[in-house]
């Protein structure tokens, strides 16, 4: 992968993809096939929730957008709340380090949880979530992802919905960063060196 330097960040947005500098991010999951998904996601959390009122914990600042677009697919009574969690950087590459930046402000006691994230790479943040949790006695806990890489994982956690397995690749878009930048982008792009077309 290449290096990551301030001065890369002047983006030129062509049709056929983002150039970043040096790299060239192209489409990888679209807008609609994203849609699509998050509206089977939805529809099976309400089937799973009927008649429970689940509180959707985002964790911040990647799963916002996810998590706005996944709620207005549930048609159950329900909450949501937020976790802060300390970034990768600035860089294309975990630090191994997590740190708790914004606490949750609901009682999760006796409530079932439905922690929220844009993507699961080596599943060091969920693991320090559950970890998190395990202070409290909620009544239920589960994960939603709408991206997981399979092959990155270095941690057991388990990840109760997934809206697409991808290769260990990075991405942006649809609310997952590039150095803070390019969370905007309505669809998901790849580096143009891994860019082949995703299969669902
Ligand atoms: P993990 O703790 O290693 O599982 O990493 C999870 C977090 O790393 C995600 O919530 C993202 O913020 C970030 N991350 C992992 N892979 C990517 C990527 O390909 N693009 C952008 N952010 C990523
Ligand atoms: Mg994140």
Known sequence: ?????????????KENGIRIGHDLFVPYITEEKIMMRVKEIGKQISEDYKEKSPVFIGVLNGAFIFLSDLIKNVDIDCEIDFFKLSSYGDEKISSGKVKLIKELNCDVNGRHLIIVEDIVDSGLSIKFIEELIANFTPASMKVVSLLVKPNSLRYNVKIDYIGFEIPSKFVIGYGLDYAQKFRNLSSIYVLSEDGEQIKK
């Open 1 to 13: 992968m290449p290096e990551v330097r301030n001065d890369q960040f002047d983006a030129d947005y």
